[in-house]
Nanobody, 117 residues
Framework: QVQLVESGGGLVQPGGSLRLSCVAS????????MRWYRQAPGKERELVAG????????NYVDSVKGRFTISRDNGKNTVYLQMNSLKPEDTAVYFC??????????WGKGTLVTVSS
C-alpha cells in the first residue's frame, strides 16, 4: 500500500522552528521529485519547496526562501522540511507530495503547523 506520512507539525511561537518529516512506504522514491505544499485556512494549496532526485537541486516559494530548507534521505525514504524563523502566516496544513517518474502523483494527509503566541 502506497503511503506518505507526514509528522512534526505542532504549535510554535513566532520566530521558532519546526522540522517536518515525510516517510514514504509501499514504493521507493529514489527516482521521484519530492515536494512540500501547504494550505492555509480559506486559501488555495501552494507549493512551498521541491527537491530533485539526487537532492542537489532545490527550489522554494519566495515567501520561505532563507528560512526553510528541504532535504531528503533516499536510504530512509524520507523527505524533510526544516522551518526556521516561523511567522504567523506560515500557519497551514503541510502536505508531502511525490511526483513519480511515470507521472503519477502521491499525496500525504498532511500535518498542521500553527504559528502563534
Amino acid at each position: 500500500q502506497v503511503q506518505l506520512v507526514e509528522s512534526g507539525g505542532g504549535l510554535v511561537q513566532p520566530g521558532g522552528s519546526l522540522r517536518l518529516s515525510c516517510v514514504a512506504s509501499g514504493f521507493t522514491f529514489n527516482n521521484d521529485y519530492m515536494r512540500w505544499y501547504r494550505q492555509a485556512p480559506g486559501k488555495e494549496r501552494e507549493l512551498v519547496a521541491g527537491i530533485a532526485v539526487s537532492g542537489g537541486s532545490t527550489n522554494y516559494v519566495d515567501s520561505v526562501k532563507g528560512r526553510f530548507t528541504i532535504s531528503r534521505d533516499n536510504g530512509k525514504n524520507t523527505v524533510y522540511l526544516q522551518m526556521n524563523s516561523l511567522k504567523p502566516e506560515d500557519t497551514a496544513v503541510y502536505f508531502c507530495n511525490a511526483l513519480r517518474a511515470g507521472g503519477n502523483i502521491y499525496w500525504g494527509k498532511g500535518t498542521l503547523v500553527t504559528v502563534s503566541s
